[in-house]
Structures are given as C-alpha cells and as structure tokens.
C-alpha cells in the first residue's frame, strides 16, 4: 500500500518511523517532511494546504492512503476535498473534515460544543472588537489569573495568561482592537482559570468507535521550572502517575463518550484524532482543549508507546472497523527532550549544522525543524529535534533523552534540563 503523510514537523517523523515499520507499506510519502523523514521514505516538495497538487500526486503514485499531521489542512477541509472529487473520495483521510475540525479551529465552536454535551470545562463569554468593553467589564468579575484564547488558529501562541486584571485588558485590548494575532483574535474567548495540572488525552475515532491512545504530560515554557514564554512544546512523558487507571476512567466517561456522542448526535462526521488537553484538578477532568489532530512532542512518546502496526491501525480506521482492532501498549515510559535553535521562541538563526546524529543512544531522535543539505543535516525551524528515550521508569527513559541530548551539538542548541523533575517524587494532591 503506498500511504501519504502531510506535514514537516517532529509529529511527522514519528508517523513516518512507526508506518516505515509496517509490513503492508509499499512506499511512504511525506510532503514536505524533513531530514527525519527522508530516512523512512520519499520527501515530496509539496505545501500541504496545495489541494490540486496533492491530488495530482494521490492519483499519479495510486496513493491509497492519506495520513494528515497538522491542523492547517485539516481546518481548510482536504477531507471535504478529497469526499467532493471522484477519483478520491474512496481513498481513506485520516484526519476530520472541515466542521469536525473546528474542534480545534474555533475555541468558541469548542465551547459551545462541550457545553451543549456537558462535557467538564471552565466557565466562559466570547467577545469581538464591537464588544470588547464588555469584555474588559467580564474581566471584572473575574479572578486572577486570566485565560485569554485566540478563537482562530495561532500556531500554538494564540493563549495569553496574564496575572492581574490591568495586564489583561491589555491584552484583550491588543487581541481584539489592535489583531495581535490577526484574523485568529477577531474573536477572543475568555475563561476562568483552572488550577491544576495539565495532561493530553488522545482517542482515535472512525466516527462509530473509538480507542483511547497512551496520555501524556507536555512542558509548554521555554525555561525551566516552568518559567518565559509558551513554545509548540519542550517536551513529553507517557505514562504519567497522575493519570492513573482510576482518572483515565473518569476522562473516559464523563469527556471521551459524551464527545464521540456529542459529535453524533450533532451530525458531525470525524475520522480521526481528537487531541483532548485536560486538567486534573484534583483528581477530576476538566477539558481546556481539543485539537482535531496528534500533538507535538506527545507523539513522540505515544507513537514509540505503540505495539501494534500503525498502518493496520489507519487502515481498520478508515474502513470503520477499528471496533475490531486490537490495540497493545507497551508498559515502559517513554521521555522526550526538544532542543531549539537559540531565541526561540522569539527570533532564531536557521541552517546550523548539525553534528552527533550519528552518535549511538538506546532511544530515537526525532527531526522537527531540519533539512538535509549537501549530504548534512542543518536547523531550519525553532524546534529542531526531540530526543526520545524508553525505560521501566521515568528516571530511566530521561536518562536516554538527556545522553542524546548531549551528543547532539549546533550553534545556540537549547534544551530544558527539569523535564519530567516535577514528576519523578510525585506524591497526589
């Protein structure tokens, strides 16, 4: 079976090292990939928001499978594409059309869809420009910290936390009056803040059954202890001990099923992931999230997690026969360390080389922002590499991110040291 993969990132290398390992692929196609990906099979220069190109490609290489990473796509409907043309509409998409995806394309379409399936989340108003002093009067009424989201797509910066209500309505104010995050910011959800800690959820759907993935724990800040800005991610751990048998249970139940559901029951066809960013607050779930697609790092340690062949499972997903699948885990913890080029998440210096990635370490490094260049590898994204690593514990598995970490060497290399610390004396709430 020849299987395209969209996307560029660290999440679409480990799609592309987990489906290079099935039996029943012919050939692997990764548009745009990266120096990762070249590694498992065939980089196309392709964007993956070029729906004719992408179609060409499907029918000239009798494509018979399209796996999509990111959310862009997605939100712009290349599953509706592919249903609206002859020639692909049998062709499986893994990933949701348009409307489904507006889990994660609109924050206020998300709320309002927990809300009306009673799925846990935090209070919430909307507002626009038109009404942006009411919002500076709900902030009022709230108190800090405060929760300000972007209601459109912000490549992951679009959440802004400030800590006391005059930092707010300027915030808001920037969001709405001034499109800090242009058109994403036309509409800014506002939400109580919810104290606890924050964990991912992931549950593949073939829009009648579906099966939970391994959750996982991501560190969002670029310095340690938890500090600066937000970034797409500077590392992962799965398993994680406050997300035991008993909570993963109650996220199943009280968000898992009323989403599948709520999905139904609002006539909204998905195939596909459903990322669910969840706090436990105290050993209950409350939603903060869905995103319509797999999360980056967490793939890179839920993938890894996997003992079972990815392309079966892709393909009992789009047939709707995932009911029948039998999914395994492995029991071992798996860690990831991303290292970033120097100022990110700020302004970074792209097409440094990139040495010791041919250093010998028990675990994978994934590429996330490299190209292959005259026979190197050189940076050329924020998020350069993530370095996983497996053990019977989660001491074990940093071990081996922290040696790959190590060996890797480029200019302005920046990684955190405290992944996972938080978790190592977990002791409950």
């Known amino acids: 079976m020849n ?3 969209l996307g560029s990132g660290g999440r679409e290398h480990a799609f592309a090292w987990k489906l290079a390992q099935s039996q029943g692929l012919s050939q692997l196609f990764i548009a745009p990939g990266n120096a990762g990906t070249a590694q498992c099979g065939t980089n196309v220069n392709m964007a993956v928001t070029d729906f004719s190109a992408i179609r060409d490609f499907v029918l000239e290489k009798e494509i018979a499978l399209v796996v999509v990473g990111p959310e862009d796509p997605l939100v712009k ?3 509706d594409f592919f249903l609206a043309d002859e020639q692909l509409r049998n062709i499986p998409v893994i990933g949701p059309q348009q409307e489904g995806a507006q889990l994660e394309g609109s924050k206020d379409f998300s709320k309002k869809f927990m809300m009306r399936h009673g799925v846990p989340t935090a209070q919430y108003q909307t507002f626009t420009k038109e009404t942006l002093a009411a919002g500076l009067q ?3 009424t709230l108190q800090p910290p405060y929760v300000l989201k972007a209601d459109g797509l912000a490549a992951g910066k679009g959440v802004v936390i400030p800590h006391t209500l005059e930092e707010a309505k300027v915030e808001l104010t920037a969001m709405l009056a001034d499109a800090k995050f242009g058109d994403a910011s036309s509409k800014v959800v506002i ?3 919810l104290q606890g800690i ?7 759907t073939d829009g009648v059954s579906y099966k939970m993935l391994p959750a996982a724990k991501d560190y969002k800040r670029i310095g340690e202890g938890d500090t600066g800005l937000n970034t797409g991610g500077m590392g992962a751990v799965s398993p994680v001990p406050f997300a035991d048998e008993a909570f993963l249970k109650k996220v199943e139940e009280r968000v898992v099923i009323p989403t599948i559901n709520g999905l139904r029951k609002d006539n909204i066809p998905y195939v596909g992931f459903i990322f669910i960013g969840l706090m436990n607050h105290a050993g209950e779930p409350k939603v903060i999230e869905y995103n319509c697609r797999m999360g980056d790092p967490e793939t890179e340690v839920v993938l890894p997690r996997l003992n079972c062949d990815l392309l079966d499972l892709f393909v009992a997903t789009g047939k709707k026969k995932l009911s029948d699948f039998q999914l395994a885990i492995d029991p071992r913890t ?3 360390v991303v290292l970033v080029s120097g100022g990110y998440p700020g302004d970074y210096a792209k097409g440094k080389l990139i040495s010791g990635l041919d250093v010998k370490t028990e675990g994978v490094v994934f590429h996330a922002g490299t190209r292959g260049q005259a026979g190197a590898v050189e940076s050329a994204g924020g998020r350069v590499l993530a370095c996983t690593g497996f053990g019977n514990s989660i001491q ?4 081996e991110s922290f040696a790959a970490a190590n060996a890797i060497a480029y200019e302005g290399k920046y990684f955190r040291r405290d992944i996972g610390q938080d978790l190592l004396n977990w002791k409950g709430f």
């Open 3 to 5: 299987v395209l993969l």
């Open 396 to 399: 074990q598995a940093l071990n």
């Open 334 to 336: 798996a860690t990831t």
């Open 138 to 140: 709900f902030l009022e």
């Open 191 to 193: 939400e109580e803040f």
């Open 77 to 79: 409907g290349i599953h």
């Open 198 to 204: 924050e964990l991912s959820v992931f549950v593949l």
